[in-house]
Nanobody, 123 residues
Framework: VQLQASGGGLVQDGGSLRLSCTAT????????VAWFRQAPGREREFVAG????????QYHYSVKGRFAISRDKAKSTAYLQMNSLTPEDTAVYYC?????????????????WGQGTLVTVSS
C-alpha cells in the first residue's frame, strides 16, 4: 500500500484545514490508518487514528474536540478535519497505516507511510 497525503497549507489562528490521505496499490481492508505530526525539534507524535473496517477512532488529548478523522472506503481515502487551529498545531503531518486493524499511538508499529504535508498556523 502506498499513501499520498495532501491538504496542508498556511492558515490563521482559529482557522481550519482538511488533510487527505489516499491509499493506492491495495485497499487498506483490515488496516488502521493514523495521522502523526512532527514539529521542528520535537518527536513525531500521534494525532488521530481510525480503524478502516469499523471506523472506530482515537485522538490525542490535545486535538480532541477540534480534529476529526474519517475515511471514505469507496475512495480509499482518510481525512483529518482540523478546526480551531492554533500555532501549536504547526507541524509536518504524516499519514501512516498498519496491518491488523487496531489503532496504536506509537509510530514504529506503522508499516507504511505517506510523505508529509506541512501545516503552518500563523498567530
Amino acid at each position: 500500500v502506498q499513501l499520498q497525503a495532501s491538504g496542508g497549507g498556511l492558515v490563521q489562528d482559529g482557522g481550519s484545514l482538511r488533510l487527505s490521505c489516499t491509499a493506492t496499490g491495495r485497499t487498506p481492508i483490515n488496516h488502521a490508518v493514523a495521522w502523526f505530526r512532527q514539529a521542528p525539534g520535537r518527536e513525531r507524535e500521534f494525532v488521530a487514528g481510525i480503524g478502516w473496517n469499523v471506523g472506530e477512532t482515537q485522538y490525542h488529548y490535545s486535538v480532541k474536540g477540534r480534529f476529526a478523522i474519517s475515511r471514505d472506503k469507496a475512495k480509499s481515502t482518510a481525512y483529518l478535519q482540523m478546526n480551531s487551529l492554533t500555532p501549536e498545531d504547526t507541524a509536518v503531518y504524516y499519514c501512516a497505516g498498519r496491518y491488523g486493524g487496531s489503532i496504536h499511538t506509537t509510530a514504529p508499529v506503522y508499516t507504511y507511510w505517506g510523505q508529509g504535508t506541512l501545516v503552518t498556523v500563523s498567530s
